[in-house]
């Protein structure tokens, strides 16, 4: 067998101790899981992204409030939800908003139709929020921790390679190479997990954020709508 075949990846990979293939297994399944959140994660803040600048488009061109509520519940109770986060947000202020202003037609009270769209809304914002979130923690997560498991496994790797040179008469570079190779991929391995879930985690973080500012935004002025409205 020559030396290249020997330190070969995937000859490197099959001699490897059992606790450091599972460390690289573990190591994979992480980093294709982390790939899935990161595609599923881009086109649903694009889709996010599209979806709340085609409702502002709408919103803001004058339209009657009452259709726009209309088609915004349309989608919604449609088979194929198409309706965006910013839709829903509105729809949530302009139900509530309808719901206290038909229980107190006989006071119109202003203050609680106006306190309750705001409540309804901000109730919204955070279900709206939550959903974009979700899976970043574990990018976060990945990001930060794979580097070390890999390390460990980097670790047991090299303290196996040397106890191996017990047993030889003369230790030599040759007879170690073989087990420190097999030992960094791991550490290759938690590298190829962690860089692209942390650069991940960092760009849909600003890109959520973004997001968020602009439906905190949408929220006081169209509750500001909603009080010159009530008067």
Request: hydrophobic residues 50%.
């Amino acid at each position: 067998m020559t030396v290249t075949q020997d330190l070969s990846f995937l000859s490197l990979i099959s001699n490897a101790s059992f606790l450091v293939q599972l460390v690289m297994l573990l190591l994979l399944g992480v980093s294709l899981t982390s790939w899935n959140y990161i595609f599923s994660k881009m086109f649903a803040i694009k889709k996010a992204r599209k979806q709340t600048e085609d409702f502002e488009r709408s919103f803001w061109s004058g339209g009657n409030l009452i259709e726009l509520y209309q088609a915004a519940t349309g989608k919604r109770r449609a088979d194929n939800d198409q309706s965006g986060a910013l839709e829903r947000i509105f729809e949530a202020g302009m139900s509530e908003y309808h719901k206290v202003k038909n229980a107190n037609k006989a006071t119109l009270d202003a203050s609680a139709m106006l306190d309750g769209a705001r409540r309804a809304m901000r109730a919204a914002y955070q279900r709206e929020m939550d959903t974009l979130e979700a899976h970043l923690s574990f990018l976060a997560s990945v990001g930060s921790v794979s580097p070390y498991v890999g390390l460990f496994g980097t670790v047991w790797g090299i303290m196996n390679a040397f106890r191996g040179l017990a047993n030889v008469q003369q230790a030599t570079l040759a007879a170690v190479a073989p087990g420190i190779a097999e030992a960094l991929i791991a550490t290759a391995i938690g590298l190829f997990a962690a860089i692209p879930a942390v650069l991940a985690y960092n760009r849909y973080a600003h890109d959520i954020d973004r997001l968020a500012i602009r439906f905190e935004t949408f929220i006081e002025e169209f509750s500001n709508i909603l009080q010159r409205q009530s008067r």
